[in-house]
Each structure stands twice: as C-alpha cells, then as structure tokens.
C-alpha cells in the first residue's frame, strides 16, 4: 500500500474565481510541484485564498488544512506568477511551517511559458530566494507550453 499525503492548496486572492483546473491537472498527474508525489497516493484536505493582502486567511487556514489530516500546504503557482509576484510568499511559507508545524512548498501547478517567458525577461526571479521558490515549478518548456 503506498503511502498517503493529505495536502491542502491555498492560492492568491487575486484568483479567487479559479476553478482550480491546472492545480488539480497538475496533482493528477504529478506534474510540477505534485511531481514529489509520484510514487504516493495525495488526498486533498483543503482548497481556499489567501483572502486577499495581506494575506489574513494564512493565519486560519493552514489550522483548518491540519484538522483535516493536511501534512503539507501548497502555496499556489499563481503566488509566484501574478503581476507582480506575490511579496509574502516567503514569509507565508514560513509562518505555516512555524505556526502549525506544517510542510510547505511554494508551488502547484507547472509555471505557463508564458508566464516564465515574462518573468525571465523582466528578471523578476533572478534572486537566490526566488530562484529557490520557483525551483519546483520551472519544468521543461514542453511541460510549460501544456499550461499555457
């Protein structure tokens, strides 16, 4: 029997009405930063914004995930990718992991190509911090043209 990971997803406010289909295209398949969780079958527990700037529902949300079994939380491909690139991203991942003793990774679905092609011209994650944020994101370009 393989083993189970109960995760939770929250995403930018700003894609509030997102139906979600890249983030759970991406966890089906495994693909971008659900690629970790190949080998493992993965239950979602919870799925909601950060409710907008500041980001208030992080300090909420993350409690509810882990009463529902959640041992990882996703901070959303949108998080990263948006104009601009949300600034609390890595206070986010921080904070969950500090406050809730939760995993946390920056990341669901693939980065689009369109959006890596912006990015990458305007140097937006050219610094360390965010070229470690994006990391389980970036894929290959085949990968990024398929969520576009």
């Given at each position: 029997?393989?083993?189970?990971?109960?995760?939770?997803?929250?995403?930018?406010?700003?894609?509030?009405?997102?139906?979600?289909?890249?983030?759970?295209?991406?966890?089906?398949?495994?693909?971008?930063?659900?690629?970790?969780?190949?080998?493992?079958?993965?239950?979602?527990?919870?799925?909601t914004?950060?409710?907008?700037?500041?980001?208030?529902?992080?300090?909420?949300?993350?409690?509810?995930?882990?009463k529902?079994?959640?041992?990882?939380?996703?901070?959303?491909?949108?998080?990263?990718?948006?104009?601009?690139?949300?600034?609390?991203?890595?206070?986010?991942?921080?904070?969950?992991?500090?406050?809730?003793?939760?995993e946390?990774?920056?990341?669901?679905?693939?980065?689009?190509?369109?959006?890596?092609?912006?990015?990458?011209?305007?140097?937006?994650?050219?610094?360390?911090?965010?070229?470690?944020?994006?990391?389980?994101?970036?894929?290959?370009?085949?990968?990024?043209?398929?969520?576009?």
């Amino acid at each position: 029997m393989k083993e189970v990971v109960h995760l939770g997803i929250i995403i930018c406010n700003r894609y509030a009405t997102c139906a979600g289909g890249k983030c759970l295209r991406a966890l089906y398949n495994r693909e971008g930063a659900f690629d970790r969780y190949k080998d493992k079958d993965v239950q979602l527990v919870g799925y909601t914004t950060c409710s907008g700037c500041p980001g208030g529902n992080v300090e909420y949300a993350p409690a509810e995930m882990k009463k529902n079994g959640a041992d990882v939380v996703h901070l959303a491909t949108g998080m990263v990718v948006g104009y601009p690139p949300c600034n609390r991203v890595g206070y986010f991942k921080r904070y969950i992991k500090e406050a809730f003793g939760l995993e946390v990774v920056v990341g669901t679905h693939p980065i689009p190509e369109k959006y890596y092609k912006i990015h990458s011209a305007l140097g937006t994650w050219d610094s360390p911090m965010w070229q470690e944020l994006i990391a389980p994101v970036v894929s290959d370009e085949a990968t990024r043209l398929a969520y576009d």
